[in-house]
């Protein structure tokens, strides 16, 4: 983020007490179109698992969307994570912390094996996180759906006009009362005995079908 430390506990403090209000009311704003939702409940309505598939800077409007269902998700451990957490948990997500460099393990498995007790197994993961490169999905998203046996829904949202941080990642903040459109494509089942080569090559297949599902929704504005 570029921040100091100091800066960035004085916006985790201010994030805990109004970040998920800001969100929710943004989101409220928006003149937003919704498609696929139909998708998301009935994989529900069947008991399925569902991991949502975000990238990381269009995931302000998917947070919005998803919250009702309160998924899990891993927010890193390092301190600007701290202000993502703390958004999040304000929107009722369940957060684990952890990354790949520290605690990303422990945040996993007890993610995994949260999930595994809930009568709605839902979890989101910012595919391309936490550094990129950006619109490329990591293991993370596809070795959860396989764990749980379950559906990555792929996850695309645009605004007609938003602010877009200067960052690997673009991160967008939609404007209130703009024109947007959220997408929840074709689910994706994972094979969960994929190892090695096989997983890899399921793994890009995923990536690049998420990436045009994203990039397709950005020609519309």
């Given at each position: 983020?570029?921040?100091?430390?100091?800066?960035?506990?004085?916006?985790?403090?201010?994030?805990?007490?109004?970040?998920?209000?800001?969100?929710?009311?943004?989101?409220?704003?928006?003149?937003?179109?919704?498609?696929?939702?139909?998708?998301?409940?009935?994989?529900?309505?069947?008991d399925q698992a569902l991991v949502?598939?975000?990238?990381?800077?269009?995931m302000f409007i998917a947070w919005y969307l998803t919250a009702p269902l309160?998924?899990?998700?891993?927010?890193?451990?390092?301190?600007?994570?701290?202000?993502?957490?703390?958004?999040?948990?304000?929107?009722?997500?369940?957060?684990?912390?952890?990354s790949s460099t520290r605690g990303g393990r422990q945040a996993y498995t007890g993610m995994i094996k949260f999930l595994r007790n809930q009568q709605y197994k839902v979890s989101a993961f910012a595919s391309d996180g936490p550094r990129g490169p950006r619109r490329v999905m990591k293991a993370g998203t596809f070795v959860a759906a396989q764990h749980l046996e379950g559906y990555i829904v792929p996850?695309?949202?645009?605004?007609?006009?938003?602010?877009?941080?200067?960052?690997?990642?673009?991160?967008?903040?939609?404007?209130?009362?703009?024109k947007a459109i959220a997408s929840f494509g074709e689910p994706i089942k994972v094979n969960a005995k994929l190892r090695g080569k096989a997983l890899d090559t399921a793994l890009e297949q995923a990536s690049l079908f998420c990436k045009n599902h994203q990039d397709d929704l950005d020609k519309l504005f």
């Open positions: 983020m570029g921040l100091s430390r100091k800066t960035q506990a004085r916006i985790s403090r201010i994030a805990s007490r109004v970040g998920g209000y800001v969100v929710t009311l943004i989101g409220k704003s928006l003149r937003l179109e919704v498609r696929g939702w139909e998708r998301v409940l009935y994989l529900l309505k069947n949502f598939q975000f990238w990381h800077g269009d309160r998924p899990a998700a891993i927010v890193s451990q390092a301190s600007d994570g701290d202000i993502a957490s703390a958004v999040l948990e304000g929107l009722n997500y369940v957060t684990f912390r952890g996850t695309a949202t645009v605004s007609k006009w938003a602010l877009r941080a200067k960052g690997w990642d673009k991160f967008a903040i939609p404007l209130p009362f703009s």
